[in-house]
Structures are given as C-alpha cells and as structure tokens.
C-alpha cells in the first residue's frame, strides 16, 4: 500500500480557506485518494474521494495533479466546527481495500 | 438510512474477562471492517469481513481475538482473556459492493480494561 506523508498540524482561522497537501510518490495506478475527517472520540467521516484532476463536493475540493503523486484537499471558509483530524489515504479500486491511516494533520481553526 | 451502529459505545473490562464488540453495517453493505485505534495514533486495520467470510484477517492478533459475519445479525469482533494492552478504540466499517470502496465509519466502541 502507498505510504502517504502530509503535515502533523495545521493552524487557520474562521473563514479562511485551509489546504491540506498529501504527497502520495508510490500510488499505483489503481489507487485512489481520499480523505477522511475524524472528530475527537468519533469515528472518521468519508470527506472526498478522486483519481485525477479535480474533485469537488459541498464540503471541500481535491486537486490531483497530473502525475498523482501528490494531492491536496482545500476546505473553503473553515469554521471552528472544521477542527479535527485529517487523513489522506490511497489505496481501493476494487471492493475489499483495507485502509492505511498515517497520522494525519490536526487542524485548529481558531476564532 | 440509518449509518453504521456499534455497540456498546463503551465497554469497560478486567482483565481476563472477554469483550463483545458489535456492529451493524449500513444498509445494504455487504463488506464489514475493523479497526482499532490507540489514543493519538492513526486506525490500524485488523480484519475484513463479507457475510459468513472471513477475506483478510492479516492485522489480527494471533491469539484471544475473532470475528465473524453470520448470514444474521451483526458483526461480533470478540477479544478472549482481555488485558491491559487490549484498552482502544475500535471501530468498524462498511462499504457496498463497488469499485471506489468508500467505508463508511461507525462511531466506535471504547474498551477500558482494568
């Protein structure tokens, strides 16, 4: 499975656009990215998921660059609800994926 | 459609005791996953389960832990004889059958043993 690499913690303010960048150098061509949002004491919540280009939904953005080595996730006017843990995860293209979670990015959003 | 259920949300145990852990995929998911999770680390996969299958079970521990899938009923991830070490998070998932494979997260089951 690709290892997957992003910052430890991330600080923002309310209504500000966070981007979180996840470098991903040995995805395999059936691997697909995504991201996954964990609250304190929750389990992660499904955010986004892509394979190349552009992904977006109503909760965030995810740019893919050409060669997917990396990917980024842009939450746009983060609130203080947008506190939380993020992981990036590659992996999938078929039904049965066990995912790997690194350590994902804390981010605070402060007031 | 409800989400996937776990329970009991908490669990406490001493040592040597079992633990039952339970989880109710979402609907019409047929694919069932645990993890578990140590506090300030990242969920570690342990094993995958389709209805009456076991597919993977590479992250289970050898011994004192199980899980099944009947045909009816939850998914049961049992630990035997717990011990200090066992004290997580451990949370389940489901996925339909499909090729992006997006699990789904329960809310989790905190086991304390003491």
């Known amino acids: 499975l690709a290892k997957t690499t992003q910052p430890i913690s991330m600080d923002s303010y309310e209504g500000q656009e966070v981007n979180i960048t996840c470098s991903h150098n040995?995805?395999?061509?059936?691997?697909?990215i995504t991201w996954y949002q964990q609250f304190p004491s929750q389990g992660p919540r499904f955010i986004i998921q892509g394979y190349k280009t552009k992904v977006t939904n109503e909760v965030a953005s995810l740019f893919i660059p050409a060669d997917r080595k990396s990917s980024t996730l842009s939450l746009p006017r983060v609130s203080l609800s947008d506190t939380a843990v993020y992981y990036c995860?590659?992996?999938?293209?078929?039904?049965?994926?066990?995912?790997?979670f690194g350590g994902g990015t804390r981010v605070l959003v402060k007031p | 459609n409800a989400g996937v259920m776990q329970n009991p949300r908490h669990l406490v145990r001493r040592r040597g005791q079992e633990a039952r852990l339970r989880c109710s995929p979402m609907?019409?998911?047929?694919?069932v996953y645990w993890y578990r999770q140590l506090p300030e680390e990242g969920l570690k996969f342990m094993v995958y389960?389709?209805?009456?299958?076991?597919?993977?079970e590479s992250g289970m521990p050898k011994e004192r832990f199980s899980a099944e899938f009947p045909k009816e009923g939850p998914s049961i991830l049992r630990i035997q004889q717990v011990v200090r070490g066992d004290s997580a998070a451990y949370f389940c998932?489901?996925?339909?059958?499909?090729?992006?494979?997006?699990?789904?997260f329960g809310p989790g089951t905190r086991l304390t043993v003491l």
């Open positions: 609907k019409g998911h047929s694919h």
């Open positions: 995860l590659v992996g999938g293209g078929a039904a049965g994926n066990k995912l790997t």
């Open positions: 040995n995805i395999a061509t059936n691997d697909y």
């Open positions: 389960l389709q209805k009456e299958n076991i597919i993977d």
């Open positions: 998932a489901s996925s339909p059958i499909r090729d992006e494979d997006t699990q789904y």
